[in-house]
């Protein structure tokens, strides 16, 4: 057999021209590292709950990884199509073809739990303390009983592709447009966008995001009533994940990531790859892809050093300590903070009588964006505080360790 070296010398110049467009031709994953499954298969859908991440796919049911993606085992609903994921403490709602499913004991097991809900192609699901919405074909459904019992809730006869809440606000991404609802989908109104198919919504603060077929980011800061176009224009936005004050966006040509509000993106990685989920787990992003399977990355690789095409790294302006993710939590959240000078930092949790229980910095530091995770295993349940001092500046958040 020839070696490739003894080609290259018979074949000259021109071979070496062909493996070089060839090797342009292969997508280039930058530091993406794909998990070990559900490789091969449709990721519609990924959760967080803790330390667990989940997987829904495409004729495959849902998939379980404790470890970040090294190793997963089926979660049951074998050869069922999964089409979104949430979860409220102890319990895994499964939207699906066939109506929603439920699971208190992290896939284990599950319950159909589909009295009242008229339309069981469910494509969207988000919960709102104890009210769980589910997106249909037909319109918006909602249960107060973590999905014993259904009851329309508007939006007759409406493709719901995807569902998002903000405070007493919800919201419903169509084939068409976004609708606002203030009572829990017993009136809405028409929140802009028309003519648009809008396949994600994700909330940060008081702004509202949302992922377009085909034309792009949009982002509302006054509940829908007025939009700007953020960004990725002409492109597939099929997903969206915030982060503090980082916003990722997968679509039909890899993942993107925003960190003022999309108003310029750069290249995260995962190029001509369709991104049909995202989620924050710990101090990685997975990507959920169309036969790719779950890829994971580090949030520190993008956040601190992802390069827009052409440019540079953007150095933080001010001090900034976001909201930890997930919240509520159990056991581990992760806590992002921007520092725009060099600074000594320290970055402690105390319980709601104000002990100390943790130190997660306590060293000087370089200006840019941090990461870092808090795991309160073997603490109990109940209002924690984060206190970042980096300094002249000093900021406390709360944050909620639900068991």
């Known amino acids: 057999m020839k070696t490739i070296f003894q080609l290259v010398r018979r074949g000259g110049f021109l071979l070496l021209v062909f493996l070089a467009l060839l090797a342009m031709r292969i997508p280039l994953y930058a530091q993406w590292v794909q998990t070990n499954g559900p490789c091969g298969g449709i990721v519609n859908a990924l959760a967080v709950s803790g330390t667990d991440l989940f997987a829904g796919t495409y004729g495959g049911g849902v998939f379980l990884s404790t470890n970040n993606g090294t190793s997963w085992s089926a979660a049951g609903l074998t050869y069922v199509d999964v089409y979104s994921l949430d979860v409220s403490g102890t319990n895994l709602f499964a939207g699906t073809w066939v109506g929603v499913f439920l699971s208190t004991d992290n896939g284990t097991s599950w319950t159909a739990v589909n009295a009242g809900l008229t339309d069981t192609h469910v494509y969207s699901l988000a ?36 569902l998002a809440v903000s405070g007493t606000n919800l919201f419903a991404g169509t084939h068409g447009a976004v609708f606002l609802s203030t009572d829990n989908g017993r009136s809405w109104s028409v929140a802009g966008l028309r003519n648009t198919d809008v396949y ?34 002409n492109t597939r936005v099929l997903s969206l994940a915030v982060l503090g004050t980082n916003l990722f966006a997968g679509t039909g040509g890899g993942v993107f990531l925003s960190t003022n509000n999309g108003t310029s993106w750069s290249v995260a990685g995962l190029r001509n790859t369709n991104v049909y989920s995202l989620a924050v787990s710990g101090t990685n992003l997975f990507a959920g892809t169309y036969y790719g399977g779950v890829w994971r990355r580090p949030l520190s690789e993008m956040i601190t050093a992802v390069r827009a095409e052409g440019g540079s790294v953007d150095l933080p302006t001010h001090f900034i300590l976001s909201q930890n993710y997930p919240n509520p939590f159990n056991p581990a959240t992760t806590i992002s903070f921007a520092l725009s000078s060099q600074s000594f930092v320290s970055l402690k949790i105390f319980d709601a009588l104000g002990k100390e229980v943790a130190v997660l910095v306590y060293e000087e530091l370089r200006a840019g964006t941090y990461l870092r995770q808090w795991n309160a295993v073997g603490l109990p349940s109940g209002v924690y505080f984060y206190r970042l001092q980096a300094g002249s500046h000093n900021n406390t958040k709360e944050l909620l360790l639900l068991k």
């Open 127 to 162: 919960v709102s303390g104890t009210n769980v919405f589910a997106g249909t074909y037909r319109g918006v459904f909602l249960s107060t009983n973590n999905g014993r019992s259904w009851t329309a809730a508007g939006l007759t006869y409406t493709y719901v592709l995807s």
């Open 200 to 233: 994600s919504l994700a909330v940060s603060g008081t702004n509202l995001f949302a992922g377009t077929y085909g034309d792009g980011v949009f982002l509302s800061t006054d509940n829908g009533t007025s939009w700007t176009a953020a960004g990725l224009t």
